[in-house]
C-alpha cells in the first residue's frame, strides 16, 4: 500500500511506497509549496530539487540537487503572453525561443541553441504544425480533415533534388536536326539547330541533365544514337546501332542508375545495350 499524506490545503505533501527487500522502510517523496499552490520542493531519497516562481506564477527557475555542491540551476524567461522566450542551463547556455505567428500566439515558431543554431516552425490555419527547418534538413507534415498526421517527409542536406529542366530538345522527323526550345519562353533557344543523324525520331535525357541522346532512324540507312552536351548544345559522339528500315523506328530507355542505354528497335524486334561509358554497343538483346 502506498501511504499520502496532504496539508490543511489539501495538498500532496507526501507518498511512501510499499517496503521492499531494498527499501524496507519504502520510499517517501515530499513536497513543499508556496501560498500560491506552486511546488516549491521536492524531496527523494536522491536529494531534492526546488522551484522558484516570478509574481505571474511562472516558473523562473529549478534547481536540481538543491543545497548541495552539485546544485545545478536552469532558469527561464518569459515574453508578455507568458511563453518561455529563453533558458539557461546550469553551463550558462542560452536557447532562445520564437513566437511569430499572429494567429497562433502561443506556438513556437523558432529556436536557437547555444550554437547560434535555428531551427523554424511553420503551421497550417488549423494550428498543425507543417513544416520543420533545421540547418542540415527539412521536414513537411500532411493531415486528413480530421487533423490526424498522415503523411511526413523529409529532405536533408544532402538530399539530391532533380533538376528541374528549361529546356525541351525537339527533333525534326525526316530532318537531321534538333531544336533547343526555351519551356519558360516556349521559343526556340538562341543559335542554331543542333545537327545530328538523319531522321531523329526519339530523346531521351540522362537524370543529370548534362547529357542527351538522340536516336537517328537513318531512314534506310545505318540507325544511330547522337550524343548531345546540353551545356553547349553541341554533338560529341555518334553510336552506330545498325539497320531500321521505316520511319519511327527506334525508341530510347535508360538504366536507373545511367550506365547504360537501351535502344529499342521495332521494325527488327531487338535491343541493342549501350554503356554510356564507353559509349559503344556492349550487347544486342
Request: glycine content about 10%; overall charge negative; cysteine-free.
Given at each position: 500500500t502506498?501511504?499520502?499524506?496532504?496539508?490543511?490545503?489539501?495538498?500532496?505533501?507526501?507518498?511512501?511506497?510499499?517496503?521492499?527487500?531494498?527499501?524496507?522502510?519504502?520510499?517517501?517523496?515530499s513536497?513543499?509549496?508556496?501560498?500560491?499552490?506552486?511546488?516549491?520542493?521536492?524531496?527523494?531519497?536522491?536529494?531534492?530539487?526546488?522551484?522558484?516562481?516570478?509574481?505571474?506564477?511562472?516558473?523562473?527557475?529549478?534547481?536540481?540537487g538543491?543545497?548541495?555542491?552539485?546544485?545545478?540551476?536552469?532558469?527561464?524567461?518569459?515574453?508578455?503572453?507568458?511563453?518561455?522566450?529563453?533558458?539557461?542551463?546550469?553551463?550558462?547556455?542560452?536557447?532562445?525561443?520564437?513566437?511569430?505567428?499572429?494567429?497562433?500566439?502561443?506556438?513556437?515558431?523558432?529556436?536557437?541553441?547555444?550554437?547560434?543554431?535555428?531551427?523554424?516552425?511553420?503551421?497550417?490555419?488549423?494550428?498543425?504544425m507543417?513544416?520543420?527547418?533545421t540547418?542540415?534538413s527539412?521536414?513537411?507534415?500532411?493531415?486528413?480533415?480530421?487533423?490526424?498526421?498522415?503523411?511526413?517527409?523529409?529532405?536533408s542536406?544532402?538530399?539530391?533534388?532533380?533538376?528541374?529542366?528549361?529546356?525541351?530538345?525537339?527533333?525534326?522527323?525526316g530532318?537531321?536536326?534538333?531544336?533547343?526550345?526555351?519551356?519558360?519562353?516556349s521559343?526556340?533557344?538562341?543559335?542554331?539547330?543542333?545537327q545530328?543523324?538523319?531522321?531523329?525520331?526519339?530523346?531521351?535525357?540522362?537524370?543529370?541533365?548534362?547529357?542527351?541522346?538522340?536516336?537517328?532512324?537513318?531512314?534506310?540507312?545505318?540507325?544511330?544514337?547522337?550524343?548531345?552536351n546540353?551545356?553547349t548544345?553541341?554533338?560529341?559522339?555518334?553510336?552506330?546501332?545498325?539497320?531500321?528500315?521505316?520511319?519511327?523506328?527506334?525508341?530510347?530507355?535508360?538504366?536507373?542508375?545511367?550506365?547504360?542505354?537501351?535502344?529499342?528497335?521495332?521494325?527488327?524486334?531487338?535491343?541493342?545495350?549501350?554503356?554510356?561509358?564507353?559509349?559503344?554497343?556492349?550487347?544486342t538483346?
Open positions: 502506498t501511504i499520502y499524506t496532504y496539508n490543511a490545503a489539501g495538498e500532496l505533501t507526501s507518498t511512501t511506497t510499499p517496503p521492499t527487500y531494498a527499501s524496507p522502510s519504502g520510499i517517501t517523496t513536497y513543499t509549496y508556496d501560498p500560491d499552490g506552486n511546488i516549491t520542493s521536492v524531496t527523494t531519497p536522491a536529494g531534492t530539487t526546488t522551484y522558484v516562481y516570478n509574481a505571474d506564477g511562472e516558473r523562473t527557475s529549478v534547481t536540481n538543491a543545497g548541495t555542491s552539485q546544485a545545478a540551476t536552469t532558469s527561464y524567461s518569459y515574453d508578455s503572453l507568458g511563453n518561455v522566450s529563453q533558458t539557461t542551463n546550469p553551463q550558462g547556455d542560452i536557447t532562445t525561443y520564437g513566437y511569430q505567428n499572429p494567429a497562433y500566439p502561443s506556438l513556437q515558431t523558432s529556436v536557437t541553441d547555444p550554437l547560434d543554431r535555428t531551427t523554424s516552425y511553420t503551421y497550417n490555419s488549423n494550428g498543425e507543417a513544416n520543420k527547418a540547418p542540415i527539412q521536414q513537411s507534415f500532411f493531415y486528413n480533415p480530421a487533423g490526424q498526421l498522415v503523411q511526413s517527409s523529409t529532405m542536406s544532402s538530399t539530391s533534388v532533380p533538376k528541374i529542366p528549361t529546356e525541351l530538345l525537339v527533333g525534326d522527323m530532318g537531321s536536326q534538333v531544336t533547343p526550345v526555351n519551356l519558360q519562353s521559343s526556340p533557344t538562341p543559335g542554331p539547330p543542333i545530328v543523324g538523319q531522321d531523329p525520331v526519339d530523346i531521351i535525357v540522362s537524370s543529370d541533365g548534362r547529357t542527351a541522346y538522340v536516336a537517328n532512324n537513318g531512314q534506310g540507312g545505318g540507325s544511330t544514337v547522337s550524343i548531345v546540353t551545356q548544345n553541341q554533338v560529341t559522339g555518334t553510336i552506330d546501332i545498325g539497320t531500321s528500315t521505316a520511319p519511327g523506328g527506334l525508341a530510347l530507355a535508360l538504366s536507373p542508375n545511367g550506365e547504360n542505354l537501351y535502344v529499342g528497335d521495332t521494325h527488327n524486334a531487338t535491343v541493342s545495350v549501350v554503356s554510356t561509358t564507353t559509349d559503344t554497343v556492349v550487347a538483346i
